[in-house]
């Protein structure tokens, strides 16, 4: 034993560890590395979180979109299918929202185009707004042009 403690005497003289101070230093330095490093960490995981969150969000908007536009395109062929105008759309029959208690959808034609008086084709909107769970105003918008197809056969 008293062989161990000449040695750590030694060592000590040798200057290996200078004072109780610098190690106490050194180690609050290495904390702070650290606390650096995890929080940072965790700012790229929040990040992440809330892109994956907005993803998720704007994939909803372009489904509810997508039916809008599917909605239409019902109506008309069902116009067809009862001998009535193609382009006589009732757009109060397609569902306006609140839709998962956020998204709201107006659907809505934007242009048309005629030939011989009768609408031969017509550009159809489809509109998604909502907040986005961060507070941020969003707004989707997809259109679609429609064509009389049956008056060309």
């Given at each position: ?65 997508q039916e809008g536009i599917e ?83």
């Open positions: 034993m008293n062989k161990n403690n000449n040695k750590i005497k030694k060592i000590m003289k040798k200057g290996y560890f200078k004072t109780k101070a610098q190690t106490l230093i050194e180690t609050l330095v290495a904390l702070s590395i650290i606390t650096l490093i995890l929080g940072a960490a965790y700012g790229i995981i929040i990040q992440g979180l809330k892109v994956a969150r907005l993803s998720l969000e704007k994939t909803q908007a372009y489904n509810l979109a909605q239409v395109r019902y109506l008309r062929d069902l116009n067809y299918c009862n001998g009535n105008l193609w382009s006589n759309i009732n757009f109060n029959n397609i569902p306006q929202g609140p839709f998962f208690n956020k998204f709201t959808r107006t659907v809505g034609i934007t242009d048309t185009e005629l030939n011989n008086e009768k609408i031969i084709k017509m550009t159809i909107i489809s509109r998604i707004a909502w907040t986005d769970s961060f507070g941020g105003s969003q707004v989707f918008e997809l259109k679609e042009i429609l064509y009389d197809t049956k008056s060309s056969q």
